[in-house]
C-alpha cells in the first residue's frame, strides 16, 4: 500500500487510468475527495461493493449482473 499525506487542493494522479484524485476538504477525521476519471471507469465506495459482492440468495443470479449494478452505482454516485 503506498500512503500519502496531502493538503486541501493537493492532487494523486494514477496515469495508466487517468484518475485524478484531489482532497477537497479536511474536517477533523472526515476528508472530502473529488475523483475525476474517463467516462468508462467505474468508482464506486468500498462499502457499496462489499454490499453488492455478497452472494445472492437466488442461485440463478450471474457475476455480471453484480458487474452491471456497480456501473449502475457508479453512475448515480458520478452524477449527471
Do not use: C, H, W
Not at 465506495?45 to 442461485?59: I, M
Amino acid at each position: 500500500m503506498l500512503v500519502l499525506s496531502r493538503k486541501v487542493g493537493e492532487q494523486i494522479y494514477v496515469p495508466q487510468f487517468k484518475i485524478v484524485i484531489t482532497v477537497l476538504a479536511v474536517d477533523g477525521r472526515r476528508v472530502t475527495l473529488g475523483i475525476t476519471a474517463p467516462k468508462g471507469i467505474s468508482i464506486v465506495r468500498q462499502e457499496l461493493r462489499d454490499r453488492l459482492s455478497k452472494p445472492s440468495a437466488s442461485p440463478n443470479e450471474s457475476g455480471s449482473e453484480t458487474t452491471s449494478s456497480l456501473d449502475e452505482l457508479a453512475a448515480l454516485e458520478r452524477g449527471p
